[in-house]
């Protein structure tokens, strides 16, 4: 694994995190009374994108660990995802002709 596979995996490992955490623990303005002229009353009453990111970077970083060491362990390859044989090397192996 190269120096920019790790990071394209960190970042779609964050992303996905973000993903799950944007929502939990969310209060929206309609719920806490104090609706904002002009906004809608489902919008967050206090969004706090900052700790989310720290939230979500430290849910994410080990998870990228941990995928990074199965990539480079070779504990789960592609050979072992391929159910249906499409990726066997004699398929499409054509240094005979």
Known sequence: MGITSALVLLA???FMVL???LPLRNTSQGEAGRI???THASAPDDFRAGRKAWITTLIAV???LVLVAVILS???TLDDID???RYAPD???HSDR
């Open 91 to 93: 398929r499409y192996d």
């Open 36 to 38: 904002v002229p002009g």
């Open 12 to 14: 779609i490992t964050w």
């Open 74 to 76: 070779g504990w789960i």
């Open 83 to 85: 159910i249906f044989d």
């Open 62 to 64: 080990p998870i990228w």
């Open 19 to 21: 993903l799950i955490i």
